[in-house]
């Protein structure tokens, strides 16, 4: 069953998740609410956080990882990676926030990436033809793992083709008291541009409160968009 896909995005008052300090105590401990099983974690957001010089060198051949504490209840994290840029996967499994680590990529992945998710002992699903099928991967992380909940942390590329292709069931938004501005795309919603107002997404809204330092946290359930009804047949 597909889990329950969550976005959660720090954003300032008109939608942009870039250009303002977001408050990462506030951010980080409402995320830590949605006790995710699986943490969705863009490329790009990994590749430009602090770690990113670290992912880009491929360690070789490693070790065999430990047995895992089935008392660990850490998330996993599950990347879509189809451009094969991240080189040291393992370099992941050390960082404290998760117990694994799941690699996505497409099904004409090179097979350079499948042999380093080999050699790195990194589980991995492939499927899609140049990106990743998110709706097969999210199944996947269903059934491998029993995920429940899905937090996705990602900026707005990986949360627009989420979005467009029906995967997401909530979106929380801590919005920051701050304008931005700009003309490039770095929205929480980056997709192409719809031809007709129709295709926007419905919102239900499930909570709003207002935190220190004016900040508002908005969640909202997405409402599944109604399928035409199917053609009655003599
Ligand atoms: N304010 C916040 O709350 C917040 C949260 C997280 C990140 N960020 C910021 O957001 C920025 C990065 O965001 P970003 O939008 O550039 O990148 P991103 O969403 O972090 O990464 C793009 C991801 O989308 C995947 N993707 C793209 N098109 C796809 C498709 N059609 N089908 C399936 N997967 C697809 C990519 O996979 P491939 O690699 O396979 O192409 C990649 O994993 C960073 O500056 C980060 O700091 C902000």
């Excluded at 409402?30 to 360690?59: C, N």
């Excluded at 492939?126 to 269903?142: F, N, Y």
């Excluded at 793992?145 to 949360?159: C, E, I, Y």
Aim: no cysteine; glycine share 8%.
């Amino acid at each position: 069953m597909k889990p329950r896909v969550i976005l959660h995005n720090a954003i300032s008052a008109d939608g942009r998740t870039d250009g303002f300090q977001p408050d990462l105590e506030a951010y980080y401990g409402l995320a830590g609410r949605f006790h995710e099983d699986v943490t969705l974690a863009g490329s790009q957001t990994l590749l430009e956080s602090p770690d990113g010089p670290a992912l880009s060198r491929d360690p070789g051949n490693v070790p065999e990882p430990p047995a895992q504490d089935p008392k660990d209840v850490r998330p996993i994290l599950a990347v879509p990676d189809s451009r094969d840029r991240i080189k040291n996967w393992v370099f992941l499994r050390t960082l404290p926030y998760w117990r694994d680590v799941f690699a996505l990529s497409s099904s004409t992945a090179p097979q350079e990436q499948v042999e380093r998710f080999r050699r790195q002992h990194i589980p991995y699903f492939l499927s899609g033809r140049e990106r990743v099928d998110l709706a097969a991967a999210l199944s996947s992380i269903g059934g491998r793992f029993g995920a429940k909940t899905v937090r996705v942390d990602a900026g707005g590329t990986l949360n627009g083709a989420l979005l467009r292709a029906g995967l997401v069931d909530e979106i929380s938004l801590l919005v920051h008291p701050r304008f931005v501005g700009g003309m490039s795309p770095r929205s929480v919603f980056k997709a192409d541009d719809l031809e007709t107002d129709e295709g926007a997404l419905e919102l239900n809204l499930a909570g709003n409160e207002t935190l220190p330092g004016g900040l508002v946290w908005l969640r909202y359930n997405v409402i599944p968009p109604k399928t035409a009804p199917a053609p009655v047949e003599d």
